[in-house]
């Protein structure tokens, strides 16, 4: 029987920059995006497409309304694909040590908006104190579960997310942070200096809701069909920094958590207040993606993250007490 070509004979005829090619126009369905996330002109992509298809001897992606749709070759090889550039993607990451102080790299972080103004200027002279060559680019990150986490970071190319869950995804490439509470927040003229709302005034007075994904039912809208309840959502926004303008001054009130609360409550007539029902607790997790589980710069900025929040928290409980005692 005729021995088979050496595995480094055989690969020598591939180019790997087409692998990541087929990829991204897997994970994209769309020949510009895909070109886009790995750096390339459309028609050099639209080349890379050509020497696939010669290459696979198919067509691998179809041109329909919906997109460039994979045909069943494309399907069955993709996983592999896939698994490949990982493992190419993590033995060269394990080669590589991270020294803060000298690297050179800007971290693609996707973070929800009200952390983007406590977290992330703490974070940044935290890091520019210690490691100056490093940089962010800082995305708001509309994140209402753990599948679409993993989407977004493979589709805006993030090294990490900020969000918070329901639940803990059963996944060892997410961290829990923090756990934080649901509150009810309202003008306190209208509603009083009082530690909690009875039911009628969370439930008569008009809301605005917090809402991260319009294809997602709302948390609160779920809890209250449970027990039986509605409630009249008159605005609904992903942005917890535009509360501030829309509830100061009517009786509107907002459910969200105590992390958000303590940030746009001081220097308001905001109160947060304690809700007549109960809703399960947010658990604030960071998330990346498997790929980058190895990549020591990763590593490094998941606990630079970790001793931030741990900071921010600890400076919001100070600021708070402090409001509460008049000082």
């Given at each position: 029987?005729?021995?088979?070509?050496?595995?480094?004979?055989?690969?020598?005829?591939?180019?790997?920059?087409?692998?990541?090619?087929?990829?991204?126009?897997?994970?994209?369905?769309?020949?510009?995006?895909?070109?886009?996330?790995?750096?390339?002109?459309?028609?050099?992509?639209?080349?890379?497409?050509?020497?696939?298809?010669?290459?696979?001897?198919?067509?691998?992606?179809?041109?329909?309304?919906?997109?460039?749709?994979?045909?069943?070759?494309?399907?069955?090889?993709?996983?592999?694909?896939?698994?490949?550039?990982?493992?190419?993607?993590?033995?060269?990451?394990?080669?590589?040590?991270?020294?803060?102080?000298?690297?050179?790299?800007?971290?693609?972080?996707?973070?929800?908006?009200?952390?983007?103004?406590?977290?992330?200027?703490?974070?940044?002279?935290?890091?520019?104190?210690?490691?100056?060559?490093?940089?962010?680019?800082?995305?708001?990150?509309?994140?209402?579960?753990?599948?679409?986490?993993?989407?977004?970071?493979?589709?805006?190319?993030?090294?990490?997310?900020?969000?918070?869950?329901?639940?803990?995804?059963?996944?060892?490439?997410?961290?829990?942070?923090?756990?934080?509470?649901?509150?009810?927040?309202?003008?306190?003229?209208?509603?009083?200096?009082?530690?909690?709302l009875t039911l009628d005034e969370f439930l008569d007075p008009p809301h605005v809701a917090l809402s991260h994904r319009e294809d997602e039912p709302i948390l609160v809208n779920k809890r209250l069909a449970e027990l039986g309840f509605t409630r009249?959502?008159?605005?609904?926004?992903?942005?917890?920094?535009?509360?501030?303008?829309?509830?100061?001054?009517?009786?509107?009130?907002?459910?969200?958590?105590?992390?958000?609360?303590?940030?746009?409550?001081?220097?308001?007539?905001?109160?947060?207040?304690?809700?007549?029902?109960?809703?399960?607790?947010?658990?604030?997790?960071?998330?990346?993606?498997?790929?980058?589980?190895?990549?020591?710069?990763?590593?490094?900025?998941?606990?630079?993250?970790?001793?931030?929040?741990?900071?921010?928290?600890?400076?919001?409980?100070?600021?708070?007490?402090?409001?509460?005692?008049?000082?």
């Amino acid at each position: 029987m005729k021995e088979s070509h050496p595995l480094s004979q055989r690969l020598s005829r591939i180019n790997l920059n087409l692998l990541v090619a087929f990829h991204a126009l897997y994970q994209q369905r769309h020949l510009t995006r895909a070109a886009e996330q790995v750096n390339l002109s459309q028609p050099a992509m639209s080349h890379a497409l050509k020497k696939l298809r010669f290459q696979f001897e198919d067509e691998l992606f179809v041109k329909t309304a919906e997109g460039m749709q994979p045909t069943p070759m494309a399907d069955r090889v993709f996983q592999l694909i896939e698994q490949g550039l990982l493992q190419l993607d993590q033995a060269l990451a394990s080669t590589h040590s991270f020294e803060p102080e000298k690297a050179v790299r800007e971290f693609r972080v996707g973070i929800m908006d009200f952390m983007i103004h406590e977290l992330v200027p703490q974070l940044v002279k935290t890091v520019n104190q210690t490691a100056p060559g490093i940089s962010f680019n800082i995305l708001y990150a509309k994140i209402s579960n753990p599948d679409m986490a993993y989407k977004l970071l493979q589709e805006q190319e993030l090294d990490l997310a900020l969000t918070q869950f329901e639940y803990l995804p059963c996944s060892e490439f997410c961290e829990h942070l923090y756990t934080d509470n649901l509150v009810c927040v309202a003008d306190k003229d209208y509603y009083g200096d009082k530690p909690a709302l009875t039911l009628d005034e969370f439930l008569d007075p008009p809301h605005v809701a917090l809402s991260h994904r319009e294809d997602e039912p709302i948390l609160v809208n779920k809890r209250l069909a449970e027990l039986g309840f509605t409630r009249k959502v008159i605005v609904k926004t992903p942005y917890v920094t535009t509360l501030p303008t829309l509830l100061c001054g009517t009786n509107m009130v907002t459910v969200i958590n105590q992390y958000a609360a303590d940030f746009i409550c001081p220097g308001s007539n905001l109160q947060a207040y304690q809700l007549p029902v109960d809703f399960c607790t947010l658990k604030i997790c960071q998330i990346w993606e498997e790929r980058k589980d190895h990549d020591p710069g990763i590593r490094w900025l998941r606990e630079v993250i970790q001793q931030s929040i741990r900071q921010n928290l600890t400076q919001q409980r100070q600021h708070a007490r402090s409001v509460l005692s008049g000082d």
